[in-house]
């Protein structure tokens, strides 16, 4: 029988892995104490893992976003801050309820690390002048004392809505919401808190949660709560889908499957690597991310693949009668190195996100080929010595078959496929060309959303207190700029600061801008204070010397808010712009208006600009995840083709069959673009993980086919004896890849939603392009060379003829 193996095709491999899976039989209680101990070790480590969705993930180090961020920190402290809203549904405005939020401040800055500053309606400053005649400035809390009465209440509301400044930014517009926002300091090194945004979220929450306080109720927003609690999703995310995942799996493998070694075999295999895999980040300090909730659901998808052909090989022989032991390792001789090269491939396909400059992309790349690396030596260890406990001789399948019996569906199937490709290539191969030129032409139109907080399903409360900030303040997000003059007290020069006031205008003038905020509105609060309070005078001061008097006076008369506005020697200037949770598309073209105004008020280059904060974050998010998506796309294409022509030993046979693997990938993509529908943080990861994953079943298929050709010579023998053979199980681990990523329209995540949707398209499109696109082109294009005539079947020749049956 050895000699058999080695007429497969498959060579010196087939010698290598019979004498492996003897080797895992024969020291069977040694290796599954190996398995047991390293397990125990990885278990040990999973609870070190730690979830981090914060927006500086996404960057690797030196990139201009963190250095911006960087620079933004170290003179204005930092641009995250937390937002409470505090609406009449939930909380009625009534005098309890102000003089309870009164006390909320003082607290939050007793408890909430790197809280810098607390404002609300009570005790924002007001600047008022006196009236006298020496016109002093009075700067005081807008509500030093919380009103009595609900009418007093209303009529402070009345007065705060007059006040520009506070409208949209602490009293909605309609005065149905407050707001309270919690500004922050600059976070410490990761070595003295390794997450801070979750100290800032977890220490409001917990103030919120005192019984004084409960009773408020307020929506809670701001990237550090946003983080805290998209993290929480997706750890909640992560569990529920790989729960529901095994229990798919389970009833899947039971249909498909004989009996219940062909269940739990599989799935022990996979699931252990998924332990390992984890086990693995914990144990070097790594972190999982919005990606990460993937990984389960790739790793036993991908994995069980190796499992089942094996199983099935193994089966095969069963049912031809040979003896468990020997059928163990006849299998793994026929399977063990396209197993291998199926692992290679798809860890190429995953390591291709090393070639792009997203952080989370280059670790779920490492994740994921560790996982296929750690499922594929599972197999190969796990597989024979499960399967080598038993009679010696196992009966053989009830649906063990002759050549010439009608077999079951999937049998059927598979002949109507040969009869078809035989019969219609040249149609099969129009056919697909024609929709794969459509497709890619689709394929150009496809657009990149990297705003996370869209990534939401609606329904979800997290997406639900974004919305309602959104349209109650439209204060979600920022946009910053630092303008750095370069020179000491550049800010007092009156130009600067008219220009600086003419860029803060054209801003808040454009309609998806809220807020605006600098130093320019102090100046003219204070200009407009010495003039008697008059309306008219709200305007800057027109000399130096003015302006230096109104900053020193605005300070000395009790002003605090000069350190979020300027630096400490005045060389450097602040400008925020509060604004909607915004698509990509409108965040670009607003901040391509931004950028086109400070060109034209600071045409000299004389004033550095800066721009940061979370929408700069997501565009440039946004660059470099097409940027990254194109790269790990054409890393992986290539390593993969290069890896096949090896593999198959000919350039055209290579080329060939690298056509149905790039097929799901244009199909789909082609088909999002065509539908107006954008890939975004979770579906950009989708082309590589296709073709890293798709050309499974193509090497399975072509290695196959071209040691079917070799011992035939013939072109229609050849598929026919190939689609008996690995037909079925190619079917069956299509089946698995769809059914099992269609966990992921269970996912409270829109992206995962549509992740799912999309890989079960895909891989539809995979199999009916290895079935019929990939063997037409052989019938037509002959890579192999001329047919050579009939000749005396090989001795497994009619063994080819049986299919393989799960188990």
Known sequence: MANTLENEGIGGYSRFWTAVAGHMIRFRWLWLGIVLAISVLFGMQMSKVRFDNSSDIWFVEGHSVLEAKARFDAVFGNYEFVYLLFTQERTPFTPENLRTMSSLPERFMETVPYADKVTWLGNVERILGTGGAEQEVVIQDFMPEIPRTSADIETRLREALAEEEFVDNLIARDGSVLAMLIELGAYPDEEEDSNPRYSVAEAVDKVLAEPAYAALQPYVAGAPHFS????????????????????????????????????????????????????????????????????????ICVGIGDSMHGIAAFHDRIDRGVSRIQALKEAFGEVGGPILLTSLTTGIGFLAYLTTHVKP????????????????????????ILYSFGSKHPKPSARRRDRGGAGDVFDRWLRLVHRGVVGHPRKIVLVFSVLLAVTVWGFTLIKVESNTSKLIFKSEPLRQTLDLVDERLGAASSLEYLLDTGTASGVKDPEFMARLDRLMLAAEAHPLVTKSVSVTRVLKKMHRALHGNDPDAYRLPETREALAQYLFLYETSGGNTLDRLVGFTYDQARLTLKIKSLDTADARALSDFMRAKVAELFPDGDVEIVEAGGMRNYLA????????????????????????ILVLRSVRLGLISMIPNLLPVFVTMGFMGLMGWYLDLITISFAAVIIGVAVDDTIHFFTRFKAEFNRSGNYDQALRDTLSSVGRPLTFTTLILIIGNGVFLTSALLGFFKLGLLFGFAFTWALLADLFFAPALIMLLKPLGAERSAREHHPLREASDHSHTLG
């Open 361 to 384: 992309f280059r670790e779920m790349g490492i994740y994921v080929a560790s996982g296929v690396f750690y499922a594929f030596v599972l197999t190969i260890i796990l597989v024979p």
């Open 228 to 299: 805290y609690q998209y993290d929480a999703l997706a750890k909640q995310q992560t569990s529920k889908l790989f729960m529901t995942l095994i229990l798919v799996m389970a009833v899947l493998l039971l249909w498909l499957a004989r009996g219940p070694r062909g269940v739990l075999v599989p799935l022990t295999v996979t699931v252990i690597a998924v332990f390992w895999t984890i086990g693995t980040i914990g144990a070097l300090g790594l972190t999982m991310n919005l990606l990460s909730i993937a990984l389960p659901v790739m790793l």
């Open 621 to 644: 998010l946004n660059d470099i995840l097409f940027e990254g998506q194109r790269n790990s796309f054409i890393a992986a294409l290539s390593a993969i083709t290069l890896v096949m």
